[in-house]
């Protein structure tokens, strides 16, 4: 089946730029997607389609994709940001939803 | 502004069968640009996709999990549920269900999630 890695954690300072990757097989030909999720709540959805923003987020996130990985950028990283950023991709080989292991923003 | 709601024990015995339901407001489970997916996650862990249906019926399950789970819809109620069979410690886990829109791959909005453990 599919895999898709993340670095467990990645630290930034406030007002940095915090870049949080995502590997796997040939991903560029996939779609990727991003998740924030806060302690103790539900994930939120903030890139689709590699590098669109929902309505509602702010313009500091990014994404981008090519090759085998996925980058979601923070730019002026806030104590805020702080919390687990998941990629997730639809694996059409097999038919099935690919989370990765997620990554630990931690904001110093 | 569409919202969902997991309901369902919080505590289920090994070997038995844990059931969750999910119920949609602030919109209609039967839209044609809808699916609708239960999503779990172990503590401490990332996201594990359970299953996805329309409100046809058609479902999509995870290979792994897909000899133990049933996933229905009641468009009467704008409701859709879960339930997994034969139950294990290893099923302890915040269930989430989810909105996926039928031209995307994505999930948005996700439910608040409700714990479910697994014990005697």
């Known amino acids: 089946s599919y895999v898709l890695t993340q670095p467990a954690s990645v630290s930034v300072a406030p007002g940095k730029t915090a870049r949080i990757t995502c590997g796997g097989y040939n991903l560029g030909s996939k779609t990727v997607h991003w998740y924030q999720q806060k302690s103790g709540q539900a994930p939120v959805l903030v890139i689709y389609y590699d590098s669109v923003r929902p309505s509602g987020i702010p313009e500091r996130f990014s994404g981008s994709n090519s090759g085998n990985t996925a980058t979601l950028t923070l730019s002026r990283v806030e104590a805020g940001d702080e919390a687990d950023y998941y990629c997730?991709?639809?694996?059409?080989?097999?038919?099935?939803?690919?989370f990765g292991g997620g990554t630990k923003l931690t904001v110093l | 502004q569409l919202q969902l709601q997991e309901s369902g024990p919080g505590l289920v015995k090994p070997s038995e069968t844990l059931a969750l339901t999910c119920t949609v407001s602030g919109g209609s489970i039967s839209s044609s640009n809808d699916y609708w997916g239960w999503i779990r996650q172990p503590p401490g862990k990332g996201p594990e996709w359970i299953g996805t249906i329309y409100y046809t019926g058609t479902t999509y399950c995870n290979p792994s999990l897909k000899s133990r789970v049933a996933i229905s819809v009641d468009t009467s109620n704008n409701k859709f549920s879960l339930r997994l069979n034969s139950v294990t410690a290893a099923d302890t886990a915040v269930y989430f269900c989810a909105r996926r829109l039928s031209a995307g791959t994505w999930f948005d909005p996700w439910g608040q999630g409700t714990l479910v453990t697994v014990s005697s």
């Open positions: 997730q991709v639809w694996d059409s080989s097999s038919a099935h939803v690919v």
